[in-house]
T-cell receptor, first 112, second 116 residues
Framework: DAGVTQSPTHLIKTRGQQVTLRCSPKSGHDTVSWYQQALGQGPQFIFQYYEEEERQRGNFPDRFSGHQFPNYSSELNVNALLLGDSALYLC???????????FGSGTRLTVV | QQQVKQSPQSLIVQKGGISIINCAYENTAFDYFPWYQQFPGKGPALLIAIRPDVSEKKEGRFTISFNKSAKQFSLHIMDSQPGDSATYFCAASDHGGETSGSRLTFGEGTQLTVNP
């Protein structure tokens, strides 16, 4: 049974560019949440998607946007990348918005 | 504003010893308190979680102690092993609904090293 799958695992982007990260939830899960984890810090909540709608959003600028597809997979888009966006981006899936979360291994984004 | 404070930042324990990590929260709406273990290059993995209607929960070598009045909770790792060396995060979540959603608020993490 596959867990949460994230792609790509690593990528390097130039400041000002745009990036799209992808997440496939664990089988049976219908809710996807995204977190940003800077080096040496705890994950910070970006937003949560359920039934293809953004249900809750953390303190992140509008440059961060997302989408959930009918098959429950999700994308995180970041526009106008800043050096400070360099981090590990984690996707977590659950059954329902309050279910136990399963995290993927993350996408390591480096902005140069 | 950080809503979950975790201590210590780092902890070194001898094999067989007890590791204790503490967290304190401010938001009284929190009603779910999980602990996660994270190895380098991996995402956090759920270890154990507790809801505020109980004061203690034990699963194997891992125990959560919860003090609702003090708004504190802690993780105890008994008989610590070198394989337990990892970063541990406490977290908290409120009673979100299908419409409003929910989120985990994490502490800043504790790097645990268990020496053989």
């Amino acid at each position: 049974d596959a867990g949460v799958t994230q792609s790509p695992t690593h990528l390097i982007k130039t400041r000002g560019q745009q990036v799209t990260l992808r997440c496939s939830p664990k089988s049976g899960h219908d809710t996807v949440s995204w977190y940003q984890q800077a080096l040496g810090q705890g994950p910070q909540f970006i937003f949560q998607y359920y039934e293809e709608e953004e249900r809750q959003r953390g303190n992140f600028p509008d440059r961060f946007s997302g989408h959930q597809f009918p098959n429950y997979s999700s994308e995180l888009n970041v526009n106008a990348l800043l050096l400070g966006d360099s981090a590990l981006y984690l996707c977590a899936s659950s059954f329902g918005v309050r279910g136990g979360y399963t995290f993927g291994s993350g996408t390591r984004l480096t902005v140069v | 504003q950080q809503q979950v404070k975790q201590s210590p930042q780092s902890l070194i324990v001898q094999k067989g010893g007890i590791s204790i990590i503490n967290c304190a929260y401010e938001n009284t709406a929190f009603d779910y308190f999980p602990w996660y273990q994270q190895f380098p290059g991996k995402g956090p993995a759920l270890l154990i979680a507790i809801r505020p209607d109980v004061s203690e929960k034990k699963e194997g070598r891992f125990t959560i102690s919860f003090n609702k009045s003090a708004k504190q909770f802690s993780l105890h790792i008994m008989d610590s092993q070198p394989g337990d060396s990892a970063t541990y995060f406490c977290a908290a979540s409120d009673h979100g609904g299908e419409t409003s959603g929910s989120r985990l608020t994490f502490g800043e993490g504790t790097q645990l090293t268990v020496n053989p």
